[in-house]
């Protein structure tokens, strides 16, 4: 099994409040990339890193330079306005003979070795595969005015994380029947499902943390800083 990552890496900063975009800001001396980058180069599976930025983004280069991995780290494609145009743009790029893909955001930069084992199992063995969490809270759905429509079953909901990984020919088979309602899919996983792609959901891991807040900077400073002491 061979993987191809696309690594998506398009953000602006904007809701993160800097003007340096997020996995640009250096923590414990290295940028978000960079971390994100070592964290999958454990899994041995990862082929190649294929990186998707913001047009006009000037600070990826800078951002890796003296850098080096075990994958090949592509030079980096274009991606869009929205989250689903990066991750189209990004598979079309991709070359022919590509057999697996992992769709990662670069804002979880600390993947477990040990999650990203269990992940590409579960996709070896069942075509698509995504890591997601049992849900502790009780869930409601509630309508525009707040009023509670249903508690959700939570010992049948997971929250999601991201890589998400498929076989590409199921990855660009789901983006061409989607091609008109990419924009209202939340992660990859849902375009697949939506063309009726079944996939399997393994355990997540707590350390896959999206880094959203500037609290969620510095719990990944204590982490980081944690496993190099």
């Avoid at 743009?89 to 269990?118: Q, S, Y």
């Avoid at 579960?122 to 309508?143: E, F, M, R, S």
């Avoid at 204590?222 to 190099?228: F, K, Q, R, T, V």
Wanted: some cysteine; charged content about 25%; glycine content about 6%.
């Amino acid at each position: 099994m061979r993987v191809t990552i696309l690594l998506l890496a398009a953000g602006s900063g904007r809701r993160f409040g800097s003007d340096t975009p997020k996995q640009y800001l250096r923590v414990a001396g290295e940028t978000l990339l960079v971390h994100c980058l070592r964290s999958l180069s454990r899994e041995p599976r990862i082929d190649a890193v294929q990186p998707v930025i913001a047009e006009g983004d000037d600070l990826f280069s800078a951002s890796i330079k003296g850098q080096s991995f075990p994958f090949e780290l592509r030079a980096p494609v274009t991606g869009g306005a929205e989250r689903a145009l990066s991750m189209q743009k990004g598979l079309a790029f991709l070359p022919g003979e590509t057999e697996w893909v992992a769709i990662h955001d670069v804002a979880r930069p600390v993947p477990p070795a040990d999650m990203l084992t269990r992940l590409f199992d579960a996709a070896a063995q069942h075509g698509a595969a995504v890591p997601g969490l049992p849900v502790t809270d009780t869930i409601k759905k509630v309508d525009k005015q707040g009023r509670v429509l249903a508690t959700m079953d939570r010992h049948q909901l997971r929250a999601v994380q991201t890589p998400q990984v498929a076989k590409k020919a199921w990855f660009d088979k789901a983006v061409s029947q989607q091609n008109k309602q990419l924009h209202a899919h939340t992660d990859d996983a849902s375009v697949l499902e939506a063309a009726g792609f079944d996939v399997h959901v393994c355990l997540g891991d707590v350390r896959n943390r999206k880094i959203t807040t500037l609290e969620d900077m510095e719990w990944l400073q204590h982490h980081i800083e944690g496993d190099a002491a």
